[in-house]
């Protein structure tokens, strides 16, 4: 279970004079229970899937100063459910059974599928609204890279990540991935 914690400060507008405008307090929490699996056919090959909810506990809290006496409360704005689907598969090009030195070289190529169950939430209030606009998207990106595993105790992972498809919903052109993990412990 994944559980999200608001980190970030209210959205806050103001007028040219200082005059609050709207406030979105950032009062959400997320929980995100998820199912993973592996299935393994041979010592080399494997292929992993992700299967992720993503439900908002309770709204954020918008204020606005729609009739202009001072910020009223005007609603509460809830994100949409989400659904992440993710599948990926991987292939030991390399695996040394020594400790030393490069152990093993991993490609792997994934995609991912983020699903929107549902719309978000819009608040209206004299001239105001405030919300998403863009109703529901879906985004889906691949990833493709390769992870070198050294000592059998370090990983070092660069992976491109780019949109599959079009339109409103692309977030971005494209991207480069570089991870390290290192695991502790006997």
């Given at each position: 279970m994944?559980i999200v914690?608001?980190t970030?400060?209210?959205i806050?507008?103001?007028?040219?004079?200082g005059?609050?405008l709207?406030?979105?307090?950032?009062?959400?929490?997320?929980?995100q229970?998820?199912?993973?699996g592996m299935?393994?056919?041979?010592?080399?090959?494997f292929?992993?899937?992700?299967?992720?909810c993503?439900?908002?506990?309770?709204g954020?809290?918008?204020?606005l100063?729609?009739?202009?006496?001072?910020l009223?409360?005007?609603?509460?704005?809830?994100?949409?459910t989400?659904l992440?689907?993710d599948a990926?598969?991987g292939?030991?090009l390399?695996?040394s059974?020594?400790?030393?030195?490069v152990?093993?070289i991993?490609?792997?190529v994934e995609?991912?599928?983020?699903i929107?169950?549902?719309?978000?939430?819009?608040v209206?209030a004299?001239?105001f609204?405030v919300?998403?606009?863009?109703?529901?998207?879906?985004v889906?990106?691949?990833?493709?890279?390769?992870t070198?595993?050294f000592?059998?105790?370090?990983?070092?992972?660069?992976?491109?990540?780019?949109p599959?498809?079009?339109?409103?919903a692309r977030a971005?052109?494209?991207?480069?991935q570089l991870?390290?993990?290192?695991?502790?412990?006997?």
């Amino acid at each position: 279970m994944g559980i999200v914690l608001p980190t970030a400060s209210d959205i806050t507008a103001k007028f040219a004079d200082g005059t609050p405008l709207m406030n979105i307090s950032n009062d959400a929490v997320r929980l995100q229970p998820f199912l993973g699996g592996m299935f393994t056919p041979s010592e080399r090959l494997f292929v992993h899937g992700f299967l992720q909810c993503d439900v908002e506990t309770a709204g954020n809290t918008v204020r606005l100063n729609a009739a202009g006496n001072g910020l009223q409360r005007a609603g509460t704005i809830t994100d949409g459910t989400n659904l992440f689907v993710d599948a990926g598969v991987g292939y030991w090009l390399y695996k040394s059974q020594g400790t030393r030195g490069v152990t093993g070289i991993i490609p792997t190529v994934e995609i991912h599928q983020n699903i929107a169950l549902g719309g978000s939430d819009v608040v209206n209030a004299g001239p105001f609204t405030v919300g998403n606009f863009a109703g529901r998207s879906s985004v889906t990106n691949v990833v493709a890279g390769s992870t070198i595993e050294f000592n059998q105790r370090s990983h070092l992972t660069a992976a491109y990540v780019g949109p599959i498809g079009g339109g409103s919903a692309r977030a971005f052109d494209g991207g480069v991935q570089l991870m390290f993990n290192h695991f502790f412990g006997p």
